[in-house]
């Protein structure tokens, strides 16, 4: 069956070091995204892609980076980890068009704890 | 801008009906979502209007009004396993914008 994973799935770091959250799908779809959700302020969008090689910002997107060199993944890496960016970490994917084919399928989720 | 408006917590008895309200002003509309989300699990699609009406599918129903900006998710016969967030989220209407989501709501199924 098709699907979306995440790895890790839990992870813990100290401030100031890269971490890199693997996101993996195999539906073929054109469009990834990546959010954070935080008590009270539900899921923020980080950064999203509608292609390989194709990146975007999202209303979140300082101290976070992403590539998208084939289909299926989209790697979230932390340049400089900070304590404010301790969350839980949801990918998701979307086919490509407007309406119905919007639909979001999200990942499992990646707990990251920054100490 | 995107603004999008749920209550953010509700609590209902086992075997009732509830009706969770998301309110929305967006720079456009191409149609609406709702998701379901466990404590610590992954938001899961749960419906989808673009047309003014209800739409049924089981015990759930969602219902959109465009002219209103209103939309509501509608969850008959309520069982314990209900107890989730519920995600209102809007895809505005322009080319390669992505969905717009609530904060969510947080229902309690109690006995």
């Known amino acids: 069956d098709a699907e979306i994973t995440q790895s890790p799935r839990h992870k813990i770091t100290e401030t100031g070091r890269q971490v890199t959250l693997a996101c993996h799908q195999t539906w073929n779809h054109n469009n990834m995204f990546w959010y954070r959700q935080d008590l009270g302020h539900g899921l923020r969008l980080i950064h999203y892609?509608?292609?390989?090689?194709?990146?975007n910002k999202g209303e979140v997107s300082d101290g976070y980076s992403v590539s998208r060199s084939n289909t299926e993944d989209l790697p979230l890496t932390l340049e400089s980890a900070a304590s404010s960016q301790t969350s839980v970490y949801f990918c998701?994917?979307?086919?490509?068009?407007?309406?119905?084919?919007?639909?979001?399928?999200f990942g499992p989720g990646t707990r990251l704890l920054v100490l | 801008g995107q603004n999008i408006d749920q209550p953010t917590e509700m609590t209902a008895t086992e075997g009732a009906i509830v009706q969770i309200n998301c309110t929305y002003q967006t720079s456009g509309f191409n149609g609406l979502f709702w998701y379901q989300q466990h404590a610590g699990e992954a938001p899961t699609f749960l419906s989808y209007?673009?047309?003014?009406g209800l739409e049924e599918k089981g015990r759930f129903s969602s219902f959109l009004s465009r002219s209103k900006g209103y939309s509501y998710l509608l969850l008959k016969e309520l069982q314990m396993k209900d107890s989730a967030s519920y995600l209102c989220a809007v895809s505005p209407l322009s080319g390669n914008t992505p969905l717009v989501f609530g904060k969510g709501t947080r229902l309690s199924v109690i006995a």
């Open positions: 998701a994917s979307s086919e490509e068009g407007q309406g119905a084919f919007e639909t979001q399928y």
């Open positions: 209007n673009v047309l003014d």
């Open positions: 892609s509608y292609g390989v090689h194709d990146t």
